[in-house]
């Protein structure tokens, strides 16, 4: 069977996020998706509390985080504890630890140069990115997911109701649980589709907005 899942999305335990994890559950069952991965900064309480209080079988739920590093982002997914650890390196191992999957998200955005041996250690790259706005994929694909064996992905990074599943991922499944969600990446049946190509310039303006008020709060 065929599953869509956006796994990058950030709740009101982001930073710069403003949504409940329940209110994400429930507007990406109606925009037609069979999975999320809650992946707020620096933390997975957001999709903890999701998974937590799913009760619809009809939408599965992935904890995850997104994690700043000196060479920018990294996203863990299948997580069950917090990470501790901000070095780039020692995150994907401590990820990797607990038996999780490892995304290098909008790779040219927000990233300095990453190392040889990171790439080595890292599962996936994400080809597409609901708020990048340029089209990478391609560049992606032949400088990251080729070399190093990599799979890839697509995410709305959605930190507004109207950007959930605007990119996501068709993924081949065998049974509708995560377990099977997670052979499916790791075997890479997994197909990015960009449902809305271009990102939300307002929504990126809110969220920019949403940082700044809570310094002051």
């Known amino acids: 069977m065929l599953g869509n899942f956006d796994l990058h999305l950030h709740s009101r335990y982001s930073f710069d996020g ?30 903890a509390e999701a998974f937590a209080s799913n009760n619809d079988k009809d939408i599965l739920v992935i904890v995850g985080t997104e994690i700043y590093t000196e060479i920018g982002d990294i996203l ?21 630890s607990q038996g999780g999957w490892v995304v290098l998200p909008h790779p040219y955005h927000h990233h300095k140069e990453i190392p040889v041996e990171l790439l ?8 597409f990115n609901g708020r990048t706005g340029a089209d990478y994929s391609q560049k992606a694909i032949h ?8 799979g890839i992905v697509g995410n709305s990074d959605a930190h507004l109701p109207w950007e959930i599943g605007r990119v996501y ?6 049974s509708f649980n995560t377990i099977s969600v997670f052979d499916s990446l790791i075997n890479k049946r997994c197909k990015p589709v960009t449902a809305k190509p271009g990102r939300s310039a307002s ?7 949403i940082k700044r008020l809570r310094r002051f709060i």
């Open 76 to 96: 863990g997914l299948f997580l069950s504890r917090e990470i501790k650890s901000r070095r780039s390196e020692d995150v994907v191992d401590e990820i990797h």
């Open 203 to 209: 929504a990126v303006y809110i969220s920019k907005f």
């Open 143 to 150: 400088d990251i997911s080729i070399p190093y064996n990599l």
């Open 169 to 174: 991922n068709s993924i081949e499944i065998e």
């Open 18 to 47: 403003l949504m409940s994890p329940q209110y994400i559950v429930r507007l990406a069952k109606k925009r037609g998706l069979s999975g999320i991965a809650i992946t707020d900064h620096n933390t997975i309480a957001g999709g």
């Open 120 to 127: 080595r250690k890292i599962d996936a790259v994400e080809i």
